[in-house]
Each structure stands twice: as structure tokens, then as C-alpha cells.
């Protein structure tokens, strides 16, 4: 049984595991990429298909760590259905920013653009709150 006080943490828990799926998917992609191309692991280079689905995958990896923490840290210091929304706008960008720069790096922009806002919304937010929490009494 889960403790009634960690009932509006579930939409961010469940936020954060779908990005993790959505991330292992894209790594799915990025095998499936490897053998469409004939260059499998550990190379990484020599057709530019898979050079950018690898690059698209390695640049989630890189913004999870901005935006894990500030998701929590804002559902925790903020609210938590605020952070739930951000977190799936987040996703949403970082689905769109996927697909975009795997078809062509140019395609990466409107999803950098919106995965940035919110990442941001979130670890300003939450900066914010615990800034005004330790400060302000």
C-alpha cells in the first residue's frame, strides 16, 4: 500500500517512468539503426543516418540529468501536478526533437525548443521555491 501522502507524487512517478521507457525505446531505435546500416556496435560512425540517431539518443541521456532533478524538486518545493505537465511537455520534446534530427539535423529545433522551455519552467521553478524557502524564512 502506498502512503496517502505520496499519492500526489503518482502522475510525476509515473512521468519518470515513461520517460525511462521512452528512452530505452530509443535505444531500441538506435540498434534497429545499427543494423539497417550494416555498422554494428561499437562503431558509431560512417553513415550519417545513424550518426544522428545515436546523437539524438546520447542528447536525452545528456538532458536527463537537468531534468530528472528539477522535475522532483519541483513537484516536492512546488506542485506536483504542475510538474507532472511540465514532465510530459518535456517528453513530448524530446520525442519530437528525436525524430526531427533523425530525419535531418535542421528537424531538431521545435523539439530543443519545447524540451528547453519546460526543462527550464521546471529547474527555475523549483530554484525558486527552495531559493524563497531558505532565504525568506
Known amino acids: 500500500m502506498i502512503d496517502p501522502a505520496l499519492h500526489p507524487y503518482l502522475p510525476v512517478a509515473a512521468v519518470t517512468l515513461l ?16 543494423r539497417r546500416t550494416g555498422i554494428m556496435a561499437p562503431a558509431m560512425t560512417g553513415d550519417p543516418l545513424l550518426e544522428r540517431t545515436v546523437r539524438a539518443h546520447a542528447n536525452t541521456l545528456e538532458w536527463m540529468p537537468i531534468f530528472l532533478p528539477s522535475l522532483w524538486l519541483f513537484a516536492i518545493f512546488w506542485r ?3 510538474a507532472a505537465w511540465l514532465g510530459l ?11 526531427g534530427y533523425v530525419g535531418s539535423p535542421s528537424g531538431r529545433s521545435l523539439g530543443f525548443f519545447i524540451q528547453a522551455m519546460a526543462a527550464f519552467a521546471l ?7 527552495i531559493a524563497a524557502a531558505w ?3
Open 19 to 34: 520517460v525511462c521507457i521512452v528512452y530505452f525505446l530509443m535505444a531500441v531505435w538506435v540498434s534497429r539503426t545499427h
Open 80 to 82: 506536483a501536478d504542475v
Open 89 to 99: 511537455l518535456w517528453l513530448l520534446g524530446r520525442i519530437v526533437y528525436f525524430v
Open 123 to 129: 529547474l527555475l521553478g523549483a530554484l525558486w521555491r
Open 135 to 137: 532565504f525568506g524564512g
